[in-house]
């Protein structure tokens, strides 16, 4: 699976940049030549969309998949100026560049799947669904839609974080890892924890640490966190070591879930298994210390409604530290959005 890009778009040649590598993966994942240009015009229009708007603007490319088709997820992130009138800016003809204004509008139709998210003065998020073989797999539905963003520290070639999900019928495991330190060394041990994950999904999530701790003896160990989420009981049962924030946000309040301090397969005093309520439409939000801890997803209103993709992405945008590995993991129940 090709690694997520993330690049910087602050002038045209960045924008072309991006097309090329956008091109790369597509065709890469066996994209055909009508949805490899689908794929291209995508991510030209959101790249010159942020040369010409917007301040700090990013490209975060990543594979997806859903029903053992493949995909790819463009986000667009800038810091501002942000749209005044979304629907306004989405119409066909409307520019504040002196453009045909058909940009925002492309990106809607040609992508499986389109969402955004703008505030004044605070920035724009975009996120376009792209499909291999261009349908959007509306007959078979994953039980959770996740968002993720899992991106290296700048200067590293890999991410010492990690993540994967296992979806059952009733019942959808998570995992974050993060190795320690950086590079390779910490990828071996991410990646180590994510195969213990899946050879034993069938178990607990403390059950699937405890073995993890005796796997990973042989690595320099990792932060690890689990989430079993039991949706027919309504439950979230949660086993985690070392710095995995994990918070569950309803429209009643937000409840942090414990982690005990330790390494996994270094030093661990004590695993946990935590249960707290699950309800329909809650947020499941699992990040590493590569994202810093005052977000508050009250502070961006109607952004808790939008696909997880885009809240993944608005917080590594405004919360990364900018000098770690940072994964950022949102999750709620599926809902017929693509």
């Known amino acids: ?122 920035g724009t998020a975009l996120v376009a669904h792209l499909w291999a073989d261009g349908t959007q797999h509306k007959q078979q539905k994953n039980k959770l839609e996740l968002g993720v963003v899992c991106l290296p520290k700048i200067g590293e070639e890999v991410s010492g974080d990690a993540w994967t999900s296992h979806q059952e019928t009733h019942r959808c495991l998570l995992l974050v890892a993060d190795g320690l330190g950086h590079g390779s060394e910490a990828a071996k041990a991410s990646l180590a924890a994510v195969k213990v994950f899946h050879e034993k999904a069938y178990m607990s999530p403390q059950a699937i640490v405890e073995a993890t701790h005796k796997a990973l003896q042989t690595t320099r160990g990792s932060a690890l966190a689990i989430a079993e989420l039991d949706l027919e009981r309504q439950i979230v049962n949660y086993t985690g070591i070392g710095n995995i924030a994990s918070t569950i946000l309803t429209s009643q309040g937000n409840r942090n879930m414990v982690s005990h301090n330790g390494t996994v397969g270094y030093e661990m005093r004590k695993i946990q298994e935590f249960t707290y309520p699950w309800s329909e439409g809650a947020l499941l939000i699992m990040h590493t210390d590569g994202l810093k801890t005052q977000w508050r997803l009250e502070q961006y209103p109607g952004l808790f409604h939008k696909h997880p993709s885009l809240i993944a992405g608005i917080l590594y945008r405004d919360f990364s530290r900018g000098r770690d590995d940072v994964t950022v993991l949102v999750a709620r129940e599926e809902e017929s959005r693509e």
Not at 87 to 105: H, K, P, Q, W
């Open 1 to 122: 699976m090709a690694n997520p890009i993330a690049l910087s778009i602050l002038e045209a040649s960045q924008a072309g940049e991006a097309r090329r590598k956008a091109l790369s993966l597509a065709s890469h994942l066996g994209f055909n030549e009508t949805e490899r240009g689908k794929v291209g015009i995508v991510v030209t229009e959101m790249a010159n969309n942020l040369v010409r708007h917007a301040r700090n603007g990013q490209i975060v490319m990543q594979v997806k998949t859903k029903n053992e088709t493949l995909g790819i997820e463009i986000l667009a992130l800038d810091s501002g100026p942000g749209m005044h009138n979304i629907d306004e800016c989405l119409r066909d003809g409307f520019s504040t560049a002196g453009t045909s204004g058909s940009g925002l509008g492309a990106i809607a139709r040609l992508s499986n799947f389109f969402d955004i998210y703008s505030v004044s003065d605070m």
